[in-house]
Nanobody, 115 residues
Framework: QVQLVESGGGLVQPGGSLSLSCVVS????????MAWYRQAPENGRELVAG???????NYADSVKGRFTISRDNVKNMVFLQLSSLKPEDTAVYYC?????????WGQGTQVTVSS
């Protein structure tokens, strides 16, 4: 039973790129803003990028100009394109609703930026 399933993470060198995908259950996705969050070791979960049902986007200052969020309203998927990656982007990345109530969190996908 699909709820939130993230994929696409991996190990990449500084300056590299990755594309993350999230398959979302229709009941969670439909008419809801969606977002990507990340959690680094010993840090709390933080909002990285959000996208409304109408396609308006917002980004954390730390990723503006480097990350791009998008959504496919037919396939119920959310995407995050990461570029110009930095070591401080290393974290587990999750997708979920943009605003509460949050759906049960998925496993996330690990992004590691290291040379």
């Amino acid at each position: 039973q699909v709820q939130l399933v993230e994929s696409g993470g991996g190990l990449v060198q500084p300056g590299g790129s990755l594309s993350l995908s999230c398959v979302v259950s229709r009941s969670i996705f439909s008419r809801n803003g969606m977002a990507w969050y990340r959690q680094a070791p010993e840090n709390g979960r933080e909002l990285v990028a959000g996208i409304t049902s109408g396609g308006n986007t917002n980004y954390a200052d730390s990723v503006k100009g480097r990350f791009t969020i998008s959504r496919d309203n037919v396939k119920n998927m959310v995407f995050l394109q990461l570029s110009s990656l930095k070591p401080e982007d290393t974290a587990v990345y999750y997708c979920n609703r943009l605003v509460p109530p949050f759906a049960p969190w998925g496993q996330g996908t690990q992004v590691t930026v290291s040379s």
